[in-house]
């Protein structure tokens, strides 16, 4: 399943536009480097969908009482057993699409940790981590973050994004552009502080 370009926002850093999302159940199938490229290209600029899957979650809202239930008990960490499969899982970019693979049962897990991300929250944002247990690791790990005020960061970003080609002499290449937008955020941002609010006439 690909999740395209018509659902992903830019990042909130530095607005650079995220790449599409390959979910992949581990017992089924791999995606090769090779056979990323293909929808990495169709997908480079967003068009009308030829058909749509509809991923339904059943359990999940149960999943998640469950663990929320066990850890106010106490009783999470004896409960709780390692997954016995996590070969071939794994969070990495080829090509343009970022790979997401893993066993069902594993992937699972994933979904309950993403699910419970709003429990844990510090400053505004949250986090988890996708990998396998700490004693057997996924071969590429990967993050969930969210953000309180994620709207305005993408904002702010862009603004950032959009200014620093006509103040900076760059070469427009990523790795270069991505720092002068991060420093110029907190510019952007003390812009907005200041600016005085507008009062009806």
Known sequence: MIIDRR?????????????PIALVPAD???????????????LAVPGTAAGAVRWHTWGLDVAVDEWRTQRA??????????????????????????????????????????????DDVYEGMSYT??????????????????????HR?????????RGVPATENTSGEPAELRPLIWSRNDTVRSRRRQRPLSTPA
């Open 7 to 19: 659902f992903i926002d830019p990042n909130p850093f530095d607005a650079e536009q995220g790449d």
């Open 28 to 42: 089924l199938t791999h995606l090769p480097a090779r056979t990323a490229r293909r929808p990495s290209r169709r």
């Open 73 to 118: 008990e106490g009783t999470w960490s004896r409960r709780w057993r390692p997954e016995k499969d996590v070969r071939a899982a794994e969070v990495e970019r080829l090509n343009g699409v970022l790979s997401v693979r893993a066993s069902p049962s594993l992937l699972r897990h994933w979904a309950v940790y993403v699910a419970m991300m709003g």
């Open 129 to 150: 981590e996708l990998d396998g247990p700490r004693w057997e690791l996924c071969r590429s790990d990967g993050e969930v973050q969210t953000f309180h005020d994620y």
């Open 153 to 161: 960061r993408v904002s702010v970003a862009r603004i950032s994004r």
